[in-house]
Nanobody, 118 residues
Framework: QVQLVESGGGLVQAGGSLRLACGASGRFFAGYKMGWFRQAPGKEREFVAHISGSGGEAYYADSARGRFAISRDNAKTTVFLQMNSLNPDDTARYYC???????????WGQGTQVTVSS
């Protein structure tokens, strides 16, 4: 199993940047695909980005592509989400999640709040 803890959220002005981090504890971290999701009040949870276990492949939601960058440091068992050009629509609670191999995202963090002011 994997335990995940997000950090780096906060209040930022529109146009600003934040870097989120998700620290993982557990074994075989490099075997997990890691994803970032977000959920705003009254809305469904939505996919933001994911990265393969090796870090060699990444995929982004249309809303994130070009502005966000996902990365990971397997030596530190940490995944990051660099968020640039933030706008109020990015306001949400951001969660990281882990899926082993081709499995479902079985492990989730508690989330970190991102609030973007205009």
């Amino acid at each position: 199993q994997v335990q995940l803890v997000e950090s780096g959220g906060g209040l930022v002005q529109a146009g600003g940047s934040l870097r989120l981090a998700c620290g993982a504890s557990g074994r075989f971290f490099a075997g997990y695909k890691m994803g970032w999701f977000r959920q705003a009040p009254g809305k469904e949870r939505e996919f933001v980005a994911h990265i393969s276990g090796s870090g060699g492949e990444a995929y982004y939601a249309d809303s994130a592509r070009g502005r966000f960058a996902i990365s990971r440091d397997n030596a530190k068992t940490t995944v990051f989400l660099q968020m640039n050009s933030l706008n109020p629509d990015d306001t949400a609670r951001y969660y990281c999640a882990a899926a082993y191999g081709t499995g479902t995202y079985a492990y989730w963090g508690q989330g970190t709040q991102v609030t973007v002011s205009s």
